[in-house]
């Protein structure tokens, strides 16, 4: 059984929030201050997280960051705020995904169960050697999940990583968007594709010598994104 943390100092928000996925198989524990939530995030093993921005004690830009240092463990930020800084910032953090409040309960049951989903089928993947990728000084290894760019290792998140694998893989080939929200987020009628936009930028601020010219990602206007060989 999966086990999801929600921190959310909003009693009634929590409540409900964790009734809803619990009546959908997960278990669930609610802290409801940023203190208590970010200890127990990096000290129990939880599968997924729910966090609020807006926190006492501790807030989740602040958990966010925390929380990536030392685990890949999906996040999900939930927000009243509307504005694209927030999104962006949370997501430049390493959050994996960024809703709005008030949203329904069964999206978020929905967009829990599609991000499981996808990390379990990462982590549950067997694989015989490891698999190297190197392409002009940068160095994938697909298997341990490690990137170098000129035998410097780089920290990735889990989205970044797998949107940087995924295009690697594919040299010269011209992905929309979309195509690239489908492939790595794998939903095709929850989220933002703004979020590959930020983790393009996160990508290339670790790989590429010069942001404004990258000789490794390029943007294809009016089109996506393409891995240059």
């Known amino acids: 059984m999966s086990k999801i943390l929600i921190i959310e100092d909003e009693e009634a928000i929590a409540d409900l929030e964790k009734d809803y996925l619990e009546l959908s198989g997960f278990e669930v524990q609610v802290a409801n201050d940023g203190t208590t939530g970010l200890k127990l995030a990096l000290t129990d093993n939880f599968n997924l997280v729910i966090l609020d921005l807006m926190l006492p004690g501790v ?53 829990v169960k599609a991000h499981l989903a996808r990390y379990e089928r990462l982590i549950g993947s067997v694989v015989e050697e490891n698999k190297i990728i190197e392409i002009r000084g940068l160095k994938i290894d697909t298997t341990a999940r490690r990137v170098w760019i000129n035998g410097e290792e780089k920290n990735f998140t889990t989205k970044e990583f797998d949107l940087l694998t995924f295009l690697a893989s594919h040299p010269n080939h011209v992905y929309t968007k979309d195509e690239l929200f489908r492939e790595i987020w794998d939903m095709e009628s929850i989220g933002d594709i703004a979020t590959v936009t930020v983790h393009i930028k996160k990508i290339r601020e670790k790989i590429e010598y010069d942001t404004s010219n990258p000789q490794y990602i390029e943007t294809i206007w009016g089109v996506g994104y393409r891995f240059k060989m």
């Open 59 to 111: 807030d989740g830009f602040e958990i966010c960051r925390r929380v990536r240092d030392e685990k890949n463990t999906p996040i999900i930020m939930v927000s009243a705020k509307k504005d694209d800084i927030d999104k962006i910032r949370g997501l430049g953090l390493g959050a994996d995904d960024y809703m709005t409040k008030p949203f329904s309960p069964s999206e978020l049951v929905a967009r």
